[in-house]
């Protein structure tokens, strides 16, 4: 067969066929820069034995001045322009193949020779350069561009059209949206109800695309739209999860295997100090496959997840996705991507059908119905075989490997057609183990690319592909789970991680295909930090998230006894002050007591209102971390997350502190003066109220649950010893100026005004200026506290923010 030679940009190369792409797309194999070049502009391609240019663009190719729309190649070379009679030139010559002499004697049959196809250039896309597909007996083309057998749930088949011709004909715009009052409808997770509209072609203009609002977005050739664009032929059109091509007539669904093939390409991760934690990773993973990523502690494993999700990009290389870049298309890309880390992602409190719900609610488009709502979980749920426990608890009424089921049936809400997992059978027996990964392989089989890191060797016969990577980032293996073993020249797998551990191990095995240095490519920009997904409404989230914390709340037991119980207990234990006098100091001094009695039982109530916020909220944040950090990468607000948790559970410590202090004075005499009492109770609900801010900001910083405990012990006798109640604080330099820092302070100093408390010390050296009885010294210490729990407030949403995105 004849080769064919394509200059263009200074650079030339030779290809066998059966087809070459041109275009501005990245996944061409003759990538121009012309703008007015398509993105799949022209194909070069082999019919009936010889090579035929075909003109696939919008503004069409030109050849002496003459726009083409196919032309057969001769032995001539022949100059291609793009766009216009002057545009980008591409120089194509066929490479004629002098034909063997012939033989005198007929040889036996022998095998055909592997081919001498040419290996071009090493340009650091390897997917560019893949050897050409085979060509059938039936002489038909088959290459990447192939109608894809088997498309992910959701997807149309490639070439269905969404837009006939006659309805565009009868002059007419046509809606584009979930809903069925729509003229297109589209059953698609992604796509709002009413998300786009079609204004047909005239005779003196194009066609026009409106998006009308979506949450989701609509993108024409990579870009999403601001208002309407007018439609080239051969534009892509992506909404949702669907793409389509426009001929000029019709939307026409693209699902190629081409589309659907994930492409890593020379991904090196370069961190402080140039150490590399991936170094030039490269492979394709191809339509309905499964993949198992296995290697030793430190191997990157992590790192390689992260930068095919874009969630933490490659400083070297790129993803391509749908053909496109997806660094450099996140915004559109993102939605199609699902990944389920090795924490659970949903409260172990809620039942399943809760926690799916309330995940549908948070993940799609805010004109979502609860009938849609409800419909979207029972399908997620009949694909992951959970029907039969909807009802059960997440946490203690399911099997390890169901509660992976619900996390992962948590990812398929929005139905993407490209998953990661992370561990997700760590910690299971082996016959789960087995479970999950067959799951796995149902879900790839339904037309999805799935690619699972894992410690687990026992089920990776399932699996199409097994990439095994060395200490260092690099691959060691990449290729057939029977072929592993064979490659590393071991028995088992445990012999296997231990040759990976050894020095010499690049001079024990074989070299990987495309182990090509990257040391010497310039790092990438892509604008900095991966940018926000689209949010739904502050009032949306906000109200979604109150009432799934009231169902946790409501749920956990162990929490719903605290909020009981602590109140009653404490309250209780001020109870033990001996006296008769109550908080009443007009009772005391008339039964010659003084004030020690009213001191006594308000340090009780102090200490008991620190202790209550803090313990309430300190381990709440940082024992959802994976939940949260998962869902602020699909558009959760983490002010709204914080401000939710501040609304619940301080609401809860508020009315804490009414009640203690309602218990604790019960039946004895109030503080003295009009409302006294209810002033104290106020005060102490207060601190109360601030304390579990503080305590939500502390959850936010600890990294664990276990540091929780000595955080609480130690934020409580702080806030004992600054509050003035324990201790003199007033009058005492430097520690009093840091006590103004404590809520506890400004609690105690209310509560004192309120009763008081320091009526026979006013003009005094022992004066405590802050807690000085009237309404003016009480409100200012309201007030403080007040100002104290915004700043608390403040620091939280910051912490929040940043535990969002940092390493655990």
Same mark, same amino acid.
């Given at each position: 067969?004849?080769?064919?030679?394509?200059?263009?940009?200074?650079?030339?190369?030779?290809?066998?066929?059966?087809?070459?792409?041109?275009?501005?797309?990245?996944?061409? *194999?003759?990538?121009?820069?012309?703008?007015?070049?398509?993105?799949?502009?022209?194909?070069?391609?082999?019919?009936?034995?010889?090579?035929?240019?075909?003109?696939?663009?919008?503004?069409?190719?030109?050849?002496?001045?003459?726009?083409?729309?196919?032309?057969?190649?001769?032995?001539?070379?022949?100059?291609?322009?793009? =766009?216009?009679?002057?545009?980008?030139?591409?120089?194509?010559?066929?490479?004629?193949?002098?034909?063997?002499?012939?033989?005198?004697?007929?040889?036996?049959?022998?095998?055909?020779?592997?081919?001498?196809?040419?290996?071009?250039?090493?340009?650091?896309?390897?997917?560019?350069?893949?050897?050409?597909?085979?060509?059938? !007996?039936?002489?038909?083309?088959? *290459?990447?561009?192939?109608?894809?057998?088997?498309?992910?749930? $959701?997807?149309?088949?490639? /070439?269905?059209?969404?837009?006939?011709?006659?309805?565009?004909?009868?002059?007419?715009?046509?809606?584009?949206?979930?809903?069925?009052?729509?003229?297109?409808?589209?059953?698609?997770?992604?796509?709002?109800?009413?998300?786009?509209?079609?204004?047909?072609?005239?005779?003196?203009?194009?066609?026009?695309?409106?998006?009308?609002?979506?949450?989701?977005?609509?993108?024409?050739? @990579?870009? #999403?739209?601001?208002?309407?664009?007018?439609?080239?032929?051969?534009?892509?059109?992506?909404?949702?999860?669907?793409?389509?091509?426009?001929?000029?007539?019709?939307?026409?669904?693209? !699902?190629?295997?081409?589309?659907?093939?994930?492409?890593?390409?020379?991904?090196?991760?370069?961190?402080?100090?140039?150490?590399?934690?991936?170094?030039?990773?490269?492979?394709?993973?191809?339509?309905?496959?499964?993949?198992?990523?296995?290697?030793?502690? @430190?191997?990157?494993?992590?790192?390689?997840?992260?930068?095919?999700?874009?969630?933490?990009?490659?400083?070297?290389?790129?993803?391509?996705?749908? /053909?496109?870049?997806?660094?450099?298309? &996140?915004?559109?890309?993102?939605?199609?991507?699902?990944?389920?880390?090795?924490?659970?992602?949903?409260?172990?409190?809620?039942?399943?059908?809760?926690?799916?719900?309330?995940?549908?609610?948070?993940?799609?488009?805010?004109?979502?119905?609860?009938?849609?709502?409800?419909?979207?979980?029972?399908?997620?749920?009949?694909?992951?075989?959970?029907?039969?426990?909807?009802?059960?608890?997440?946490?203690?009424?399911?099997?390890?490997?169901?509660?992976?089921?619900?996390?992962?049936?948590?990812?398929?809400?929005?139905?993407?057609?490209?998953?990661?997992?992370?561990?997700?059978?760590?910690?299971?027996?082996?016959?789960? *183990?087995?479970?999950?990964?067959?799951?796995?392989?149902?879900?790839?089989?339904?037309?999805?690319?799935?690619?699972?890191?894992?410690?687990?060797?026992?089920?990776?016969?399932?699996?199409?592909?097994?990439?095994?990577?060395?200490?260092?980032?690099?691959?060691?293996?990449?290729?057939?789970?029977?072929?592993?073993?064979?490659?590393?020249?071991?028995?088992?797998?445990?012999?296997?991680?231990?040759?990976?551990?050894?020095?010499?191990?690049?001079? #024990?095995?074989?070299?990987?295909?495309?182990?090509?240095?990257?040391?010497?490519?310039? $790092?990438?920009?892509?604008?900095?930090?991966?940018?926000?997904?689209?949010?739904?409404?502050?009032?949306?989230?906000?109200?979604?998230?109150?009432?799934?914390?009231?169902?946790?709340?409501?749920?956990?037991?162990?929490?719903?006894?605290?909020?009981?119980?602590?109140?009653?207990?404490?309250?209780?234990?001020?109870?033990?002050?001996?006296?008769?006098?109550?908080?009443?100091?007009?009772?005391?001094?008339?039964?010659?007591?003084?004030?020690?009695?009213?001191?006594?039982?308000?340090?009780?109530?102090?200490?008991?209102?620190?202790?209550?916020?803090?313990?309430?909220?300190?381990?709440?944040?940082?024992?959802?971390?994976?939940?949260?950090?998962?869902?602020?990468?699909?558009?959760?607000?983490?002010?709204? &997350?914080?401000?939710?948790? +501040?609304?619940?559970?301080?609401?809860?410590?508020?009315?804490?502190?009414?009640?203690?202090?309602?218990?604790?004075?019960?039946?004895?005499?109030? !503080?003295?003066?009009?409302?006294?009492?209810?002033?104290? @109770?106020?005060?102490?609900? @207060?601190?109360?109220?601030?304390?579990?801010?503080?305590?939500?900001?502390?959850?936010?910083?600890?990294?664990?649950?276990?540091?929780?405990?000595?955080?609480?012990?130690?934020?409580?006798?702080?806030?004992? +010893?600054?509050?003035?109640?324990?201790?003199?604080? !007033?009058?005492?330099?430097?520690?009093?100026?840091?006590?103004?820092?404590?809520?506890?302070?400004?609690?105690?100093?209310?509560?004192?005004?309120?009763?008081?408390?320091?009526?026979?010390?006013?003009?005094?050296?022992?004066?405590?200026?802050?807690?000085?009885?009237?309404?003016?010294?009480?409100?200012?210490?309201?007030?403080?506290?007040?100002?104290?729990?915004?700043?608390? &407030?403040?620091? =939280?949403?910051?912490?929040?923010?940043?535990?969002?995105?940092?390493?655990?």
């Amino acid at each position: 067969m004849d080769r064919l030679q394509v200059q263009w940009a200074g650079q030339t190369r030779t290809f066998d066929g059966p087809r070459v792409v041109i275009g501005r797309e990245l996944d061409c *194999d003759v990538p121009v820069s012309d703008a007015r070049a398509s993105r799949h502009h022209a194909f070069l391609q082999i019919e009936d034995g010889g090579w035929v240019v075909v003109d696939a663009s919008s503004n069409g190719t030109f050849v002496s001045g003459q726009r083409i729309t196919r032309l057969p190649l001769g032995g001539a070379p022949v100059s291609l322009h793009l =766009g216009g009679p002057v545009g980008e030139p591409v120089v194509v010559s066929v490479l004629m193949t002098a034909a063997p002499p012939p033989a005198p004697v007929p040889p036996a049959p022998v095998p055909p020779a592997p081919s001498s196809r040419p290996v071009p250039a090493p340009t650091g896309e390897f997917w560019k350069n893949l050897p050409p597909p085979q060509v059938p !007996a039936s002489g038909a083309p088959v *290459d990447a561009w192939r109608p894809a057998g088997v498309v992910p749930p $959701g997807q149309l088949p490639h /070439g269905h059209s969404i837009v006939l011709p006659q309805q565009l004909q009868a002059g007419r715009s046509l809606t584009i949206g979930r809903e069925h009052s729509n003229d297109v409808v589209l059953d698609d997770a992604l796509v709002s109800r009413h998300h786009a509209r079609l204004d047909p072609a005239t005779t003196s203009s194009l066609a026009v695309l409106h998006d009308l609002g979506s949450f989701n977005g609509t993108f024409v050739n @990579g870009a #999403r739209v601001q208002g309407a664009v007018p439609l080239q032929v051969g534009s892509e059109v992506i909404f949702g999860n669907q793409t389509f091509r426009w001929d000029g007539l019709q939307l026409i669904a693209s !699902a190629t295997a081409h589309e659907f093939t994930l492409y890593a390409d020379g991904l090196t991760q370069v961190v402080g100090g140039g150490k590399r934690l991936i170094e030039n990773i490269s492979f394709k993973l191809e339509p309905r496959s499964l993949t198992a990523v296995i290697g030793p502690s @430190g191997a990157g494993k992590s790192t390689l997840l992260g930068a095919l999700t874009g969630l933490k990009p490659a400083s070297h290389g790129r993803v391509i996705w749908q /053909g496109h870049d997806l660094y450099q298309h &996140y915004d559109q890309l993102r939605f199609q991507i699902g990944l389920v880390p090795q924490q659970d992602i949903l409260h172990p409190q809620l039942k399943v059908k809760q926690g799916l719900r309330f995940a549908a609610q948070l993940r799609l488009p805010p004109d979502t119905t609860a009938q849609e709502w409800d419909a979207r979980v029972d399908h997620v749920a009949n694909q992951l075989q959970l029907q039969q426990r909807m009802d059960n608890r997440i946490g203690t009424q399911l099997s390890g490997g169901q509660r992976k089921r619900v996390s992962i049936a948590t990812e398929l809400l929005t139905a993407p057609p490209l998953l990661f997992l992370d561990e997700p059978t760590s910690g299971l027996d082996p016959g789960l *183990d087995l479970e999950v990964m067959r799951q796995l392989r149902s879900l790839a089989d339904d037309g999805r690319v799935v690619m699972v890191v894992t410690h687990s060797v026992l089920a990776l016969d399932v699996c199409d592909n097994v990439l095994v990577l060395a200490p260092g980032g690099r691959i060691a293996y990449f290729g057939p789970p029977d072929g592993v073993l064979t490659h590393f020249g071991k028995s088992n797998y445990p012999e296997v991680f231990d040759l990976l551990d050894e020095p010499d191990l690049w001079q #024990r095995i074989p070299v990987p295909r495309h182990a090509v240095d990257t040391s010497a490519i310039a $790092g990438q920009s892509y604008g900095g930090a991966v940018p926000a997904p689209p949010r739904q409404s502050v009032s949306r989230q906000l109200s979604t998230l109150i009432k799934r914390n009231l169902a946790v709340v409501l749920a956990d037991k162990l929490l719903l006894g605290m909020l009981v119980l602590l109140p009653l207990i404490l309250g209780g234990l001020s109870r033990l002050v001996g006296g008769g006098g109550g908080l009443s100091l007009d009772e005391a001094f008339a039964n010659g007591d003084g004030i020690k009695e009213a001191q006594q039982r308000l340090t009780v109530l102090i200490v008991a209102a620190c202790l209550m916020g803090t313990a309430l909220a300190i381990r709440e944040l940082v024992g959802e971390r994976p939940i949260f950090k998962r869902e602020y990468a699909v558009g959760l607000s983490p002010g709204v &997350y914080f401000t939710s948790k +501040v609304l619940v559970l301080g609401t809860a410590a508020f009315v804490q502190g009414l009640v203690v202090t309602l218990i604790a004075t019960v039946g004895l005499p109030g !503080a003295d003066g009009t409302l006294g009492t209810f002033r104290v @109770g106020l005060a102490i609900a @207060g601190l109360s109220f601030t304390m579990a801010v503080i305590g939500l900001a502390l959850s936010a910083v600890v990294t664990s649950t276990e540091q929780t405990m000595p955080a609480l012990v130690g934020m409580v006798m702080l806030q004992l +010893v600054l509050s003035g109640a324990l201790l003199e604080v !007033a009058g005492r330099p430097i520690l009093e100026q840091i006590a103004w820092l404590s809520p506890s302070r400004w609690g105690y100093a209310a509560s004192a005004s309120a009763m008081d408390l320091l009526r026979n010390s006013a003009g005094t050296d022992d004066e405590d200026w802050i807690a000085l009885g009237g309404g003016g010294h009480y409100f200012m210490d309201l007030f403080m506290m007040g100002v104290l729990c915004l700043a608390a &407030y403040g620091a =939280g949403l910051l912490l929040v923010r940043r535990s969002a995105t940092s390493d655990d």
